[in-house]
């Protein structure tokens, strides 16, 4: 099986990837430091004799790039039919926060993308309270977007004015509401 682990070079991260590499798993692994990572890779490759590689963030801040995450509107307020998706969606959300602060001054660009209704097999066929967003509509939002500090992006635009009010919808009325 193939695993990525983000943060692998220490902790619990280093752990479940020492784990998978016993247990036989393909690893690319991610973390902060580049000698750490190196040093893990080449570790768990002799050990374990499994495909293993690994990148840094190191070489994000110091040479450029992007990263860039996509979320989903449903972040904004956890709802009874969505309440595991939104709490995953709000916690990657938090993760690239705290990216975006982590790379601030270095050439790295951070940016999260809170997307709406896309076109995709999961919405064919269903009736949706709006417009879906053509994936490659979104691609071309994203890739313009590129080497740009943008920080958080709602796609289409107009989800910010649709979450904001669910947002702040008084509890009593939220929880009325089949949305």
Not at 68 to 92: D, F, I, M
């Amino acid at each position: 099986m193939n695993t990525v682990i983000v943060g692998a070079s220490a902790g619990l991260g280093r752990a479940i990837a020492e784990r998978l590499a016993a247990d036989g798993h393909a690893l690319y692994l991610i973390a902060s430091d580049a000698q750490d990572i190196e040093a893990l890779v080449a570790d768990l490759g002799i050990r374990f004799s499994i495909k293993v590689s690994g990148e840094s963030l190191d070489h994000l801040q110091a040479g450029g790039g992007n990263l860039v995450g996509a979320g989903s509107v449903s972040s904004s307020r956890g709802r009874r039919t969505n309440s595991v998706y939104a709490a995953a969606k709000s916690g990657l959300e938090t993760y690239f926060a705290a990216m975006r602060h982590y790379m601030a001054g270095s050439r790295c660009r951070v940016q999260f993308y809170r997307l709406g209704y896309i076109q995709t097999r999961m919405t064919f066929g269903q009736r949706l309270m709006f417009p879906a967003l053509k994936p490659e509509q979104g691609a071309d939002a994203i890739v313009k977007n590129l080497g740009r500090d943008l920080g958080a992006v709602y796609l289409p635009w107009w989800w910010w004015g649709i979450t904001t009010i669910i947002r702040f919808l008084p509890w009593p009325i939220f929880k009325r509401l089949n949305i």
